[in-house]
T-cell receptor
Framework: EPEVTQTPSHQVTQMGQEVILRCVPISNHLYFYWYRQILGQKVEFLVSFYNNEISEKSEIFDDQFSVERPDGSNFTLKIRSTKLEDSAMYFC???????????FGSGTQLSVL | GEDVEQSLFLSVREGDSSVINCTYTDSSSTYLYWYKQEPGAGLQLLTYIFSNMDMKQDQRLTVLLNKKDKHLSLRIADTQTGDSAIYFCAESSSGGSYIPTFGRGTSLIVHP
């Protein structure tokens, strides 16, 4: 069965550093998403991406965040200057239509020290 | 904004039925979902229900929707140890471009 792949599975970084989280969505999917889950809290929507541009974003997705689909297969989330409160599990997902059955990756656990 | 609430833990004995409950606030919710997350894996869509339905059954899974009370439940019949996982309730509506809003997840622990 096709799957969404995320790398790395764990990322440790120093506060203020830039991180890039990588995702390979399912190849025929058109919509791409990032969610995150801070330990013990809800899975929160960050951003959705369609047709090479952001289609929706939440209040969390501020100027420190950016997304890119650099080469037609990867979908990346960049955090420019990480804060302690960015520590969370970050999930990538993809779907054929907006909000239709989302397929999730297994997540990247980001720890900001 | 939209909110989805669910209890954090549920413990059941193998062979019993499990009922995981969820409440949501968005009265315009169109789709309501149950996702399952096994250890080390991503969220996997288990089942979903349209807001104009009140029940959906799929093998051991039964979803009940009370739209008036904005209450969704997932019943797992004959719960097995392999059902141990985190179950996420989610809702979506046209106002949010049908992008799911998730709850915190309920950890289901099945013991022998």
């Amino acid at each position: 069965e096709p799957e969404v792949t995320q790398t790395p599975s764990h990322q440790v970084t120093q506060m203020g550093q830039e991180v890039i989280l990588r995702c390979v969505p399912i190849s025929n999917h058109l919509y791409f998403y990032w969610y995150r889950q801070i330990l013990g809290q809800k899975v929160e929507f960050l951003v959705s991406f369609y047709n090479n541009e952001i289609s929706e974003k939440s209040e969390i997705f501020d100027d420190q965040f950016s997304v890119e689909r650099p080469d037609g297969s990867n979908f990346t989330l960049k955090i420019r200057s990480t804060k302690l409160e960015d520590s969370a599990m970050y999930f990538c997902a993809s779907s054929t239509g907006s909000g239709e059955k989302l397929f999730f990756g297994s997540g990247t656990q980001l720890s900001v020290l | 904004g939209e909110d989805v609430e669910q209890s954090l833990f549920l413990s059941v004995r193998e062979g019993d039925s499990s009922v995981i409950n969820c409440t949501y606030t968005d009265s315009s919710s169109t789709y309501l979902y149950w996702y399952k997350q096994e250890p080390g894996a991503g969220l996997q869509l288990l089942t979903y229900i349209f807001s104009n339905m009140d029940m959906k059954q799929d093998q051991r899974l039964t979803v009940l929707l009370n739209k008036k009370d904005k209450h969704l439940s997932l019943r797992i019949a004959d719960t097995q140890t392999g059902d141990s996982a985190i179950y996420f309730c989610a809702e979506s509506s046209s106002g949010g471009s049908y992008i799911p809003t998730f709850g915190r997840g309920t950890s289901l622990i099945v013991h022998p």
